[in-house]
């Protein structure tokens, strides 16, 4: 079950505001990590959308930033905090893999967003408002476990 915070119609009501999936997943847990909202919000801005290339989902990317803020090395030479944080990394990936058979944005929705053609297929079936707030709560829910 998703956090109580996060749910599909609260990620699709950030949505509404103008928020991008990256955004809500680490927003939904800067409390954990001593971020403000606003830190949260702001340091995810750019990371929708797959970085708005189709590339790695922004869940993906807002929940990874999590990650390296609570198990990442800020010392040179910390190869142990390292060794723990990639291993986290890959916890996390392979959760999220085994829920949707990749981390790419363009393989989850089946559409790549950069072409004007395949954004209207996203769009007539309503994919960001339907799937991405499925895939914005299950990535809250793995993170809640991991942090």
Not at 10 to 30: E, K, P, R, W, Y
Not at 71 to 78: E, H, R
Request: charged share 25%.
């Amino acid at each position: 079950m998703c956090k109580k915070t996060i749910n599909p119609k609260i990620a699709l009501t950030m949505f509404g505001q103008g928020f991008d999936c990256s955004q809500v997943v680490l927003s939904s847990v800067n409390d954990k990590l001593n971020l403000s909202r606003e830190e949260a919000l702001k340091a995810t801005a750019a990371f929708g959308g797959g970085m708005w290339h189709g590339e790695t989902c922004g869940c993906v990317i807002g929940a990874l930033i999590a990650i390296g803020l609570k198990y990442g090395t800020s010392v040179p030479n910390d190869t142990e905090t390292k060794k723990t944080m990639l291993q986290k990394k890959a916890e996390f990936e392979e959760k999220f893999c085994a829920a949707y058979k990749s981390c790419l944005c363009r393989e989850i929705l089946g559409f790549n967003l950069t072409l004007p053609e395949e954004m209207k297929q996203i769009q007539e079936k309503q994919l960001l408002e339907t799937l991405c707030p499925k895939i914005v709560c299950k990535t809250c829910e793995i993170l809640e476990e991991m942090l």
